[in-house]
């Protein structure tokens, strides 16, 4: 047998594994900076995301019930101007975890929000990126309305709203800020990917 069928041979063996292992469950957030709600989920999101972070591809979109690419806030300027530093951060080098992590941390202490500080980073140059994102002639009205645009792609009463593979499902909504491990795991298993080892444990 030649070298070249051999490898062919373990091509198709493998391809379909390789295939398997690189699918991820696409997990889109939608949030407010100031909102507690959105703060209740996120802090219970965190230590599944800890778990699960390499299933999964997550989007988090500060805008929830804004208007006017996001100069008009449910919960005032204050909350306005959270969002754009969040959407700011998101587009930092950080990874998925670091920036759930970073929006968390903000988020728990309201004071954070509206400021631009290194206190929930160990990255010395986010300060710097956020900044210049959030200066005069920054990019946060862009991405702004960027998540005005994805915001809107959703029929959603409540904040946060969950969104699992492009698909918001209001009948599912309460299981998946109330009980966020099951949730996520049946969706990442719904999504054709095999139940990971974290998701066995936490059945019940």
Known sequence: MSK???LLLVWQVLLPECVKAQKRLNMTVLYESLCKDSLDYLTSLLPVFKELNGYINLNL??????SKGGRVCQHGPKECKGN???????RTHMSQLEKLSYVTCQM???????????NCTNYSDIKESITECMNQNGRWRTYQRQSERI????????????VYNDRFNESLQDEATEDVKKSICTAI????????????????
């Open 61 to 66: 979109v500060p805008y929830g019930k804004a």
């Open 4 to 6: 070249l069928l051999v």
């Open 151 to 162: 915001t809107s792609m959703y029929d959603f009463d409540q904040v946060p709203a969950v």
């Open 189 to 204: 298993v719904e999504t054709g990917i095999e139940e990971p080892q974290y998701c066995l444990k936490v059945r019940r």
């Open 108 to 118: 728990t202490n309201k004071k954070l929000v509206t400021e631009i500080d290194t």
């Open 84 to 90: 754009s530093i969040q959407d700011c951060a998101q």
